[in-house]
């Protein structure tokens, strides 16, 4: 009798399914509407043969795909991967997605990874199984890769000491004349509260997607940063059919895990902080840079509206703005970028700029 009780109070506690679904071939999707299951229906179906066809070992069983407000299962949480907008539960066969995911489709491959992989990438340690959900997802959805490795390469960075940069003001040289000595440098470092807990190299050792693994949210976000900066070195090198390659040979040599010197080896990376860090910047291009400034603007927009308001340049900034460049270089390698030739940046210091001065 008791096991049937405690059957009924598991149960009890799980969330009710949405109200609306499609059945599909990959699986059944649940839905608060018919659109959204049918869109994200849409998604699993094109989703799936691609996974497949992109990483050895992997096979899907039916499973199911519920939207919600919050990725929520409420039992087993041993066996749950938890993202912040997606949930794998193994042990119910069932991907739950955050309805206000920044990206469905992208969130939706990452847990599809997850609920994928056969047997020999469990020998991945740590955090990396992360890593390679985020890099398959890069690839399945490539109009949001950018702004993913953008946010996943920045951890990475900040987990290791900050992303180091230069900007660098200065006029045109077919504006030479009077305000021809015009020009200032500044050194950035962007910081942020991405620490793990004592060492990058415990990205090795915490598995930061597990719902048992209890994380700070910067440090959660650095290991997936970790995590992602290596598996992307090591597909870059050798595809994912050389990091899966590791994963068997550790199987077949009877080890608990691919060996972190195994994974350093593969990726070109030593253990010191600083060649993760470096890897990092010299991984973020110019796409990613200008993501990067989408996520974080202010320091860029505040350090060159500062500097201008300081100079106070005869005319209003519509007569000069022209033939001013700001240009901002990740100095530890990687991109570059004219701050005032892009767009979203430049119309935000245009705004700040004719804003009138602020009351003493
Ligand atoms: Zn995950």
């Known amino acids: 009798m008791s096991a049937i009780v405690s059957a009924f109070v598991l149960t009890s506690c799980l969330a009710s399914p949405p109200a609306k679904q499609i059945d599909a071939a990959s699986g059944r999707v649940r839905a608060d509407s018919l659109a959204e299951a049918r869109r994200v229906s849409l998604a699993l179906e094109e989703l799936e043969p691609k996974l497949l066809a992109l990483l050895p070992d992997t096979h ?13 299962l409420y039992s087993f949480p041993q066996s749950s991967v938890i993202d912040a907008e997606g949930l794998w539960a193994e042990s119910h066969g069932r991907i739950l997605l955050a309805r206000s995911a920044d990206s469905l489709e992208r969130t939706l491959a990452h847990e599809l990874t997850h609920a994928a992989l056969g047997d020999s990438w469990r020998m ?3 955090s990396l199984e992360e890593g390679l959900c985020d890099r398959v997802s890069a690839e399945l959805c490539p109009e949001g890769a950018a702004r993913l490795r953008a946010g996943r390469l920045s951890s990475a960075a900040l987990a290791c000491g900050g992303l180091r940069m230069q900007l660098d003001v200065r006029r045109k040289p077919a504006a030479l ?22 060492s990058h190299l415990n990205v090795f050792r915490v ?8 994380l700070e949210r910067g440090a959660k976000r650095a290991y997936y940063g970790l995590s992602f900066l290596l598996i992307d070195l090591i597909v870059a090198r050798d ?35 600083l060649s993760w860090r470096e890897a990092a910047s010299r991984s973020l291009g110019e796409r990613e840079l200008i993501e990067l400034l989408r996520m974080y603007p202010d320091f860029a927009v505040d350090a060159v509206v500062g500097y201008l308001e300081d100079v106070d340049l005869p005319g209003s900034p519509a007569d000069w703005i022209g033939d001013v460049r700001a240009r901002l270089t990740l100095t ?18 245009e705004a700040r700029l004719a804003e ?5």
Do not use: K, Y
Request: with cysteine.
């Open 60 to 72: 899907l069983d039916h499973i199911e795909v519920w939207i919600q407000d919050e990725p929520r």
């Open 177 to 198: 004349g009077e305000a021809a000595a015009m020009g200032w440098s500044a050194s950035i470092v962007l910081s942020g509260e991405e620490t793990p807990d004592d």
């Open 124 to 126: 991945l340690p740590g």
């Open 332 to 349: 530890e390698g990687g991109a570059s970028v004219d701050i005032l030739a892009v767009d979203f940046l430049r119309d935000a210091i």
């Open 356 to 360: 009138p001065a602020s009351a003493e």
């Open 207 to 214: 598995a930061a997607g597990l719902s048992s693994t209890r």
């Open 239 to 273: 595809g994912f059919e050389g990091l899966q390659e590791l994963c068997a040979r550790a199987e077949r040599e009877g080890l608990g895990g691919v060996p972190r010197s195994w994974l350093l080896d593969a990726s070109g990376l030593d253990p010191n902080a």
